[in-house]
């Protein structure tokens, strides 16, 4: 089962939430709401200590009338999504277990919310690819399996072969889907790369020699990413990015991620460091042997 939270909507609509899904004014939202008073993506679902919280993005959340950033949630709660729309949290879906993918490596990979991709190899990435043998997607509050043109339900205990290899689905621990991890995925051989980031620098050095410091909106960018660790929404990063109101998030995300590509592509560094993964969501696209270095809470806000 996949972690996820049921609203109660105003006009006593029920809506399953899954973690990472957005509520908010945008059409993409998993909750959507219409008033001018919600934010495009007001507020995220979040896993956190084994417990689902709902984190404030571009709006206001209440709860007994008094603002609050973030909300651990408890079923029979309610609270306000702003100041005009109350939810109602009419129940969490909590599994003590979550899917896990076995046959990859020598430790499973729990499976966040999402499509998956099984490539040759076989390896696994986030998303959607071309090239793609089978895919792995949630259905509900479980998941189905896309291989040969069939699609099936896939849980503990079922098989995928392929190339001669077999992938096993399995039970793994709630506590595997609230490590802080970035999918690592099979690539073509090339220099590995080392990324640090502080509050107000992000630093990346390859082992060709190739570096590059970047500022502002990039900087920002590759550390949200590297901070959440696992792929983001672009809505959940352009809240934060820009939290100026009569702001066009999705004309400014486009923009500066052309421009953190255009500053990779002339450094010598990896242009498709940042991938988009076709449902929204960006994430890095690491290789083995590559290196994160989180300084955020070191004295100063960068390299001297």
Do not use: C
């Not at 998993?30 to 709902?54: D, F, I, M, Y």
């Not at 809505?235 to 990779?264: M, S």
Request: proline share 7%; glycine share 12%; hydrophobic share 45%.
């Amino acid at each position: 089962m996949i972690p996820a939270a049921t609203f109660t909507t105003p006009e006593n609509t029920a809506h399953t939430v899954v973690v990472g899904g957005l509520l908010g004014r945008h059409p993409s939202a998993a909750l959507h709401r219409p008033e001018a008073t919600v934010g495009e993506a007001h507020a995220l679902l979040s896993l956190r200590g084994g417990r689902l919280v709902l984190i404030a993005l571009r709006g206001s959340l209440f709860v007994d009338s008094e603002p609050a950033g973030e909300v651990v949630l408890r079923k029979g709660q309610s609270l306000g999504l702003g100041r005009e729309v109350t939810l109602r949290v009419e129940a969490l879906h909590l599994p003590e277990t979550v899917l896990g993918l076995a046959g990859l490596g020598e430790e499973p990979v729990a499976l966040d919310p999402g499509p998956w991709s099984i490539l040759p190899g076989p390896t696994l990435a986030a998303g959607l690819r071309p090239e793609a043998r089978a895919l792995l997607a949630p259905l509900g509050l479980g998941w189905a399996l896309l291989q040969d043109g069939r699609s099936r339900a896939f849980g503990p205990g079922d098989k995928i072969e392929l190339d001669g290899h077999r992938l096993t689905g399995l039970d793994l621990p709630l506590s595997y889907a609230t490590r802080k991890r970035t999918v690592v995925v099979e690539a073509p051989a090339g220099p590995t790369l080392e990324i640090e980031v502080w509050r107000a620098i992000t630093r990346l050095r390859a082992a060709d020699g190739h570096h590059l410091d970047l500022v502002g909106h990039p900087a920002r960018i590759l550390r949200e990413i590297v901070l959440n660790g696992q792929p983001m929404h672009w809505l959940e990063l352009a809240e934060v990015l820009w939290e100026e109101k009569e702001v066009d998030l999705r004309a400014n995300w486009r923009r500066q991620l052309q421009v953190l590509r255009r500053k990779l592509r002339v450094a010598g560094i990896r242009s498709d460091l940042v991938r988009s993964l076709g449902d929204g969501r960006a994430m890095l696209d690491l290789r083995p042997g590559d290196r994160l270095v989180d300084h955020t809470y070191a004295e100063g806000e960068g390299p001297v």
